[in-house]
């Protein structure tokens, strides 16, 4: 048995209503006759001259369209989209059931909004079925437009997610380049504050050695000019002595 799948009741795709599959032929596909007689056998008795187009457009509708299927109670369901053809009042109807289910799930006007792009999805499909009915070339090319449309938004989005998970990256880089740049800022100002310290200390030293210098100077000239003063003392004596035994005795 294939996966079980829950009909959407809240579409704007016209279906059919459900019909019961015999268990017997769970694997025949919805364009089978076999299949249609034990569906619908008033119908495989009655048909009519166009019968074969017919399968035709329901054997396109439901490429299209596939069918949708689900258990219930043990038994096995399947619900076709719906060959009718649609009039102008169906069209209208559309048109007021989009716009009204547009307002009951409160889609955004502008933007990415997943619920509008859903109900727009769903009236181009229900477009396409009212197309394909009266012309199954239109609905066909039609059908390449929605793949087309399809293609081209999930490009956009996996761009778009790239691209966000690409700034990501980059916020991070760039955050955690700015961590870096704090680590060497902080370590910057340590080795200035540090150098300060001992440009302070070298600053001291040289004073006191200046200072240093300025008294052993001090000092140095004071011991100079006592010396000088000495010898210049010792030198008027000797000269006064001299004088005194070169002069001649009166």
């Known amino acids: 048995m294939g996966e079980r799948t829950i009909?959407?009741?809240n579409t704007l795709v016209k279906y059919d209503n459900p019909?019961?599959?015999t268990k017997h032929d769970p694997k025949k596909r919805p364009s089978d006759t076999k299949d249609k007689a034990a569906v619908s056998p008033?119908?495989?008795k009655s048909a009519p001259p166009t019968a074969d187009a017919k399968r035709e457009t329901e054997e396109i509708l439901n490429g299209i369209l596939p069918p949708k299927e689900w258990e219930e109670d043990g038994q096995k369901w399947r619900q076709q989209v719906s060959t009718t053809p649609a009039t102008r009042l169906d069209v209208v109807n559309l048109q007021e059931q989009l716009d009204m289910r547009?307002?009951?799930?409160?889609?955004?006007?502008?933007?990415i909004c997943p619920v509008r792009?859903?109900?727009y999805t769903q009236c181009f499909d229900e477009l396409i079925r009212q197309v394909t009915i009266n012309c199954a070339e239109r609905g066909l090319l039609l059908l390449r437009v929605r793949d087309e449309m399809r293609m081209t938004m999930e490009a956009y989005q996996a761009l778009y997610c790239s691209s966000i998970a690409f700034g990501m990256r980059k916020a991070l880089q760039?955050?955690?380049g700015k961590?870096?740049?704090q680590k060497d800022v902080d370590q910057l100002k340590e080795e200035k504050v540090e150098l300060e310290h001992q440009l302070s200390d070298?600053?001291?030293?040289?004073?006191q050695s200046e200072r240093r210098a300025a008294e052993l100077r001090t000092a140095e000239e004071k011991k100079h000019a006592e010396e000088i003063q000495f010898l210049k003392k010792t030198n008027q004596q000797l000269k006064t002595q001299l004088e005194g035994i070169i002069a001649p005795k009166k």
Not at 104 to 110: K, L, V
Not at 202 to 207: N, V
Request: hydrophobic share 35%; aromatic share 0%.
């Open 174 to 176: 760039a955050e955690q």
């Open 202 to 207: 070298l600053r001291q030293k040289a004073e």
């Open 179 to 181: 961590s870096d740049l």
């Open 102 to 111: 547009l307002q009951q799930r409160q889609a955004r006007e502008t933007g």
């Open 19 to 21: 019909v019961l599959v």
């Open 7 to 9: 009909p959407a009741t």
């Open 42 to 44: 008033t119908r495989a």
């Open 117 to 119: 792009r859903e109900l």
